[in-house]
């Protein structure tokens, strides 16, 4: 039986949002191709903004209307500065939010003229959210109706925090990404676990046979409590003890897709907490991240909940 301490604290979490994850600088440049092997490219003039997929994710769910958070480490530099600001702007409690002393991560980020870009992560500071610092920020992301979690941190505290967040009644959301297999006990808490083509395929050691449907089928069948695979063009896919569908994509004209998935993340994690039912969840994270294609950088191209449901809507 709920007892009336457990009902108050689900009460409490409702719609709030806790990302616990990295936050990079994106330093952007835009190339006609990517260069080959000990060639010398000329490309278009820097451009840095904020990244990162726990901090691109924490913005996108601010900007749908989500109370967000992001539980992160930068360092004490300008690209920390940088992080933290745009984070604010986007409405994100940056309170938990430590500077240390390494730099700030950073993104090397080559885009060619089809807006598909190639990522090279210094990892930096967000190496240091080790399993201490997610036991000291406890209480926060233990108060969130859904804790967002991806791979661009040490494995070992996601893995720590999406279990025990489990244990105290958060819904637990796995961006399983960069691709890397989870434990069973981690996969088996993931409400959903979000991966894109590849990385379903190396989380279910898959060699490249298999229908996407056919992988969220086993997945769930090896624990996951849900599972939403992102394909691109062809829209997302959704699996749940409801049943396996898809949600098709938005077409639009693609500029850069650089935290397009981070957009569908954060979105998604927007509506959960709302208490939307996955389907729909994936039909309204389909739409932010059609319309974050449409311009440069990841969060600086993240729309607000009134142009999502202008774009649902047709208006
Ligand atoms: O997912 C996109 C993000 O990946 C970029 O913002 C970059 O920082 C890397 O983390």
Not at 200 to 205: D, F, W
Not at 301 to 313: G, I, K, W
Request: with cysteine; proline share 3%.
């Amino acid at each position: 039986m709920m007892t009336a301490a457990v009902r108050r604290e689900d009460a409490g979490r409702a719609g709030r949002v806790v990302v616990l994850g990295s936050a990079n600088a994106d330093l952007v440049v835009e190339v006609p191709r990517r260069p080959g092997a000990g060639e010398t490219l000329l490309g278009s003039d820097l451009r840095v903004f904020a990244g990162g997929k726990g901090a691109n994710q924490a913005a996108a769910a601010a900007r749908c209307g989500a109370s967000t958070a992001l539980i992160a480490c930068v360092g004490d530099d300008g690209n920390g500065m940088l992080v933290r600001r745009a984070l604010a702007d986007a409405g994100v409690d940056v309170g938990a939010i430590a500077s240390v002393g390494r730099p700030t991560g950073t993104a090397l980020i080559l885009v060619t003229p089809d807006g598909e870009n190639s990522i090279v992560v210094s990892p930096g500071a967000n190496h240091a959210l080790d399993v201490s610092v997610a036991q000291v920020t406890e209480e926060r992301w233990a108060g969130a109706g859904v804790l967002a979690l991806n791979l661009e941190t040490p494995l070992a505290t996601v893995e720590h925090v999406a279990v025990r967040a489990a244990e105290r009644g958060v819904r637990v959301l796995v961006n399983a990404a960069p691709a890397h297999p989870l434990s069973a006990a981690t996969l088996a808490v993931c409400d959903p676990v979000v991966v894109n083509e590849h990385e379903a395929r190396i989380l279910a050691g898959d060699g490249g046979d298999r229908s996407f449907e056919e992988l969220a089928r086993d997945l769930l069948v090896r624990g996951a409590r849900s599972v939403v695979i992102t394909l691109g063009a062809a829209g997302a896919l959704h699996a749940d003890v409801d049943g396996v569908g898809r949600v098709p994509a938005h077409a639009v004209d693609v500029v850069d897709t650089t935290g397009a998935g981070d957009a569908f993340v954060g979105a998604m994690a927007c509506e959960l907490a709302r208490g939307a039912v996955l389907r729909d969840a994936v039909a309204f994270a389909t739409a932010v991240a059609a319309i974050s294609v449409r311009s440069m950088g990841a969060q600086a191209s993240y729309p607000d909940r009134a142009e999502v449901e202008r774009m649902l809507t047709g208006a």
